[in-house]
């Protein structure tokens, strides 16, 4: 008993599959939760995370973050950009 080669999905492989654009990357400067930093005029990419996330665990209040340490150091936010949302929203 032979089998068929040509039936089912498995053996229509490119059939029907959509091709996806590559995901732009989640820049900071384009977050909602980003704000220039008090020391910008230093370093003008020196932006901060604002998202309510990040709180002090000892006294409870909101704290901020650089952008750059929550996207390499593989914090909250990451190199995927987890927290980002896009600014206007």
Known sequence: MGVSHESGPEWK????????????????VECRWSKIAD???RNPTNYRCTHPVLVDLVMGRPVTAHCQDMRE???????????WEPKGQ
């Open 39 to 41: 020391d910008a005029h």
């Open 73 to 83: 150091q593989d914090w909250e936010c990451g190199p995927t950009g987890k927290l």
């Open 13 to 28: 492989t490119g059939v029907n599959v959509e091709k996806k654009e590559p995901e732009k990357p989640r820049i900071c």
